[in-house]
């Protein structure tokens, strides 16, 4: 008996596919759903490793998109990171809008200053965009730290709990 499996993919759909079978879709359902149920099982600590893991998630899967697709080298993608996550602060802090709104103007001003940065850096490649990006880094980093009238400086700034209407999302 031969078995016949499926190693080439015809179309560029399949090629991109995220989720090429059955199983790999299982096994995704069955982490989200432990992700789920991890705050009722688990203390506060799991579940906050797993936060900040989950963010970091975030960056990689974008450096993903830059390096993985387009085989550039970015030094600096932790300042997109760094400007989405205060921007969206000031704006939850200083100007007081809500969570639902918050978080994708976070990442319009994060992909904000990625065009920004990226329009001028269109020809660079290699070595150079390299630096560049790691350039990008080291000044966001700069002014982090010394523009402490909006970010708090090496302390950082108080954000208030995300709510969705009346329900807080200040627990685990």
Known sequence: MVVRTRT????????LALFRTLWSRAWLAALVAALAALPFVAGAYP??????????VVGALGLNLLTGYTGQISLGHSAFLAIGAYGGGVLANRLGLPFWLVLPAAGCIAAAAGIAVGLPCLRLKGLYLAMATMAFGVVVEHVVVTWSAVTGGVRGMHVPPARLGAIALDGD
């Not at 080439?8 to 090629?15: A, G, I, K, L, V």
């Open 8 to 15: 080439f993919h015809e179309t560029y759909r399949e090629d």
């Open 47 to 56: 579940v906050y490793l797993v936060t900040l893991a989950c963010i970091a």
